[in-house]
Nanobody
């Protein structure tokens, strides 16, 4: 059974940091590109950051470049999103995604709220 379980969300003040984790099981993690998406109320889901399966190359949305870092630990079947200098506009539900060719898996999401 495929599972992606996100954790690490919560309430943080502007300028603060959070580290999201996504633990994967039920598929060959090393073969999948991993991404973080987010969806704010009333908005479409958007790609935040992605990391390839092979080289570990990363890409980021312009809005988070220089503040967020995606990484993966293939030994632990886990992908991370380190979020620094958080802004109120980063408030959203964050979703983990695994992709290989046309196959997509999604996690259930974790809420991140940036507010004073």
């Amino acid at each position: 059974q495929v599972q992606l379980v996100e954790s690490g969300g919560g309430l943080v003040q502007p300028g603060g940091s959070l580290r999201l984790s996504c633990a994967a099981s039920g598929f060959t993690f090393n073969n999948y590109a991993m991404s973080w998406y987010r969806q704010a109320p009333g908005k479409e889901r958007e790609l935040v950051a992605a990391i390839t399966s092979a080289s570990g190359s990363t890409t980021y949305a312009n809005s988070v470049k220089g503040r967020f870092t995606i990484s993966r630990d293939n030994a632990k079947n886990t992908v991370y999103l380190q979020m620094n200098s958080l802004k109120p506009e980063d408030t959203a539900v964050y979703y983990c995604n695994a992709k290989r060719w046309t196959q997509h898996y999604w996690g259930q999401g974790t809420q991140v709220t940036v507010s004073s």
